[in-house]
């Protein structure tokens, strides 16, 4: 295996705004990188440009010191030594699970004892093995996902391409996968590249998250840096469900902003002045007997705490959570532990 790497990549349909532009981006050899964005931003045409179904307009790919991919050549998909996970799990109903797992080797010409032992230690990896005789029909919605992802690693993948593989699953069949998932990649140790829309998906799989919008990278980093530390006010508004706040700005180039920090600027009026832009997390927002005036917009309970919609007296708003209920209408008081200066 080797480092995957993007060169300024462009993908450009015709249409008058490309897709994918001027993206450059590394995922470390055996890293797992979720592919962050809403839909439409170009994720998946990255996606398939690294798998070889389409061709960069500018830029180049390259895995270690092979170049797979520039405006003027690309390898075949086939050549490439990469897998791919569908949200259709793309399995073939006549055959049984362990001819679903092994029809890669057949392709490759593979047959034998050797054969057999891929497809065994692919099944025993996704945790499958008794499961080899079935047929796809009498699989759940998870043991489908992870026959798709068994066939994956039979071939000793470089990399693995997965896109928006739970889409199709329920909340809690979700969860369950994200586990099996996270496991596939610490027993496997393949590259694994992992679109979504879902930020909760990014953050709970990924060792990396890099956030796209419109076709351009914004950011790359650690699901815990991308959250404590986002870069503007798209990063911020796509990931976790923080509220972005007008306010003074702050003397000096400090972004980690306390409560001493934020009283003196955060109640001024939106065209007061030079503005900055400051990304408070619900969690950071205390109500108590001190702090700012705050009212009651709306109230979401959640099962473990009430989430809140807070409108300060400029009219900006904040989230907040509660352990107690609390009314609309109600008035409150809040202080703000943290924020971080967009």
């Given amino acids: ?179 099996t998932f996270r496991e596939f990649h610490q027993r496997s140790g393949a590259t694994m590249i992992y679109v979504t829309h879902d930020q909760s998906e990014a953050m709970a799989l990924a060792t990396d998250v890099a956030v796209m919008s419109e076709g351009r990278l914004l950011q790359a980093a650690p699901p815990a840096e991308i959250y404590a530390r986002p870069e503007g006010r798209i990063v911020g508004g796509l990931v976790g469900r923080g509220a972005i706040l007008t306010v003074q700005s702050p003397i000096g180039d400090k972004r980690d902003l306390d409560w001493n920090a934020l009283q003196t600027i955060i109640g001024s009026q939106p065209g007061e002045g030079p503005q900055a832009d400051v990304l408070v997390r619900p969690e950071d927002v205390v109500l108590g007997a001190e702090g700012m005036p705050a009212t009651v917009e709306s109230v979401l309970y959640e099962g473990e705490r009430y989430a809140l919609k807070l409108t300060l007296e400029n009219g900006q708003s904040l989230r907040a959570f509660s352990r107690m209920p609390v009314l609309p209408g109600e008035a409150l008081k809040v202080t703000i532990r943290a924020a971080w200066r967009l």
């Fill in 1 to 179: 295996m080797a480092k995957l790497i993007l060169n300024h990549v462009s993908k450009d349909f015709g249409t008058g705004k490309p897709a994918v532009s001027a993206l450059s981006l590394e995922v470390r050899e055996g890293g797992f990188l979720a592919l962050l964005g809403p839909s439409g931003c170009g994720k998946t045409t990255v996606l398939r440009m690294i798998a070889g179904f389409e061709t960069p307009t500018d830029g180049s790919i390259h895995l270690g010191e092979r170049l797979l991919a520039d405006a003027s050549q690309s390898l075949p998909p086939e050549r490439r030594n990469m897998a791919m996970v569908f949200q259709s799990y793309a399995l073939w109903p006549h055959m049984n699970v362990a001819d679903n797992v092994g029809y890669p080797l057949k392709v490759r010409g593979i047959g034998g004892e050797a054969y057999r032992r891929k497809v065994r230690d692919a099944l025993s990896t996704v945790r499958l093995a008794d499961y080899a005789e079935r047929r796809p029909a009498d699989l759940s919605g998870g043991q489908r996902q992870r026959v798709a992802l068994a066939r994956c690693l039979v071939t000793s993948p470089d990399v693995v391409l997965l896109d928006e593989p739970l889409a199709n699953l329920d909340r809690h069949l979700k969860q369950e996968m994200e586990e």
